[in-house]
Nanobody, 123 residues
Framework: HVQLVESGGGSVQAGGSLILTCAAS??????FAWFRQAPGQEREAVAS????????WYTDPVKGRFTASRGTERYTVHLKMNSLKPEDAGLYFC???????????????????WGEGTQVTVS
């Protein structure tokens, strides 16, 4: 059973940066994704990384600003978020699951393991 723990959230001003970290215990599958959930809204994928092949995907609003990467520690991934905007705010979840086609899934149902989330506030 894979357990995920997110860290690195916080409160920043617009234009600022944060680095989120997801640490997995157990033996995770190859796909890690970051989902954001704003109050009253559904959880949506913002980025994913297939760690064995370093295949990354980003939703259009974060392209060029967010970077998903493998960590130097085993079973750790990061999400570097630059030029943050108020609309980036929300509870960010790390998810882990199997590969889907050429990359990773983009829906909640594609992932079987979830962290509890880390809050990002942008003012």
């Amino acid at each position: 059973h894979v357990q995920l723990v997110e860290s690195g959230g916080g409160s920043v001003q617009a234009g600022g940066s944060l680095i989120l970290t997801c640490a997995a215990s157990g033996v995770p599958f190859g796909c890690f994704a970051w989902f954001r959930q704003a109050p009253g809204q559904e959880r949506e994928a913002v980025a994913s990384i297939y760690t064995p092949g370093n295949i990354r995907w980003y939703t259009d609003p974060v392209k060029g600003r967010f970077t998903a990467s493998r960590g130097t520690e085993r079973y750790t991934v990061h999400l570097k978020m630059n030029s943050l905007k108020p609309e980036d705010a929300g509870l960010y979840f790390c998810a882990n699951g199997v590969r889907r086609g050429h990359g990773c899934g983009r829906t909640v149902g594609d992932y079987g393991s979830w962290g509890e989330g880390t809050q990002v506030t942008v003012s």
